[in-house]
């Protein structure tokens, strides 16, 4: 089994910036992609940003101008810049990753890491 090791969370000051980042315990396939989601209890798990092998990305409306997700293919690990955090991406975090095993396209998902703005 593999586990994404997710890392950068914490508790930031609104207005301030982080960096979360998520790395697979273990090499198991070709990357097809990666992402950040997130889940505000009582809500559904939404994407933050993702990044493909290729390098094509895709955000969230909410975070648009203030993240920025890159691939590093080499350490197999995915990076979320965030910055100017609001009160409102107070939540978990989850890295999802994407791979292609013996032709079938697997998924998994992070424990999530909590992030926290304080006003």
């Known amino acids: 089994q593999v586990q994404l090791v997710e890392s950068g969370g914490g508790l930031v000051q609104a207005g301030g910036s982080l960096t979360l980042s998520c790395v697979p315990s273990r090499t198991i396939g070709r990357i097809a992609s990666m992402g950040w989601y997130r889940q505000a209890p009582g809500n559904e798990r939404e994407v933050v940003a993702s990044?493909?092998?290729?390098?094509?990305?895709n955000y969230a409306t909410s975070v648009k101008g203030r993240a920025t997700i890159s691939l590093d293919i080499a350490k197999s690990t995915v990076y979320l810049e965030m910055n100017n955090l609001k009160a409102e991406d107070t939540t978990v975090y989850y890295c999802?990753?994407?791979?292609?095993?013996?032709?079938?396209?697997?998924?998994?998902w992070g424990r999530g890491t909590q992030v926290t703005v304080s006003p």
């Open positions: 999802k990753l994407d791979v292609w095993v013996e032709n079938r396209l697997n998924f998994y």
């Open positions: 990044i493909n092998l290729e390098g094509s990305t």
